[in-house]
Nanobody, 120 residues
Framework: QVQLVESGGGLVQPGGSLRLSCAAS????????MGWYRQAPGAERELVAV???????NYVDSVKGRFTISRDNAKNTVYLQMNSLKPEDTAVYYC??????????????WGKGTLVTVSA
């Protein structure tokens, strides 16, 4: 069984920063792409950033230049550094990872989400 656990969400003022973390644990052989999604109230879930096993990254246009995704393969952890936060960044942020177990194919896993609120 594999689990993804996010941390680091909270309330921050506009212009502030937060760092989200997501640690994978369980029966893990190898981790492929890791990413962060978000879902604002009344909106669909959207991809925010993704990082491949080779550390190539991609971002949604609205966060380019403000957010940075990174990963620590030794810790099975992905991070999202969020700077210059705006009220429109308010959402539940979900971690996603494609993980292969010792006796299984790659499968997509999700964390339970962490709430980020940007408000004065």
């Amino acid at each position: 069984q594999v689990q993804l656990v996010e941390s680091g969400g909270g309330l921050v003022q506009p212009g502030g920063s937060l760092r989200l973390s997501c640690a994978a644990s369980g029966s893990i052989f190898i981790i492929g792409d890791m990413g962060w999604y978000r879902q604002a109230p009344g909106a669909e879930r959207e991809l925010v950033a993704v990082i491949t096993s080779g550390r190539s990254t991609n971002y949604v246009d609205s966060v380019k230049g403000r957010f940075t995704i990174s990963r620590d393969n030794a810790k099975n952890t992905v991070y999202l550094q969020m700077n210059s936060l705006k009220p429109e960044d308010t959402a539940v942020y979900y971690c996603n990872a494609h993980i292969r177990g010792y006796n299984s194919a790659y499968k997509a896993y999700w964390g339970k989400g962490t709430l980020v609120t940007v408000s004065a």
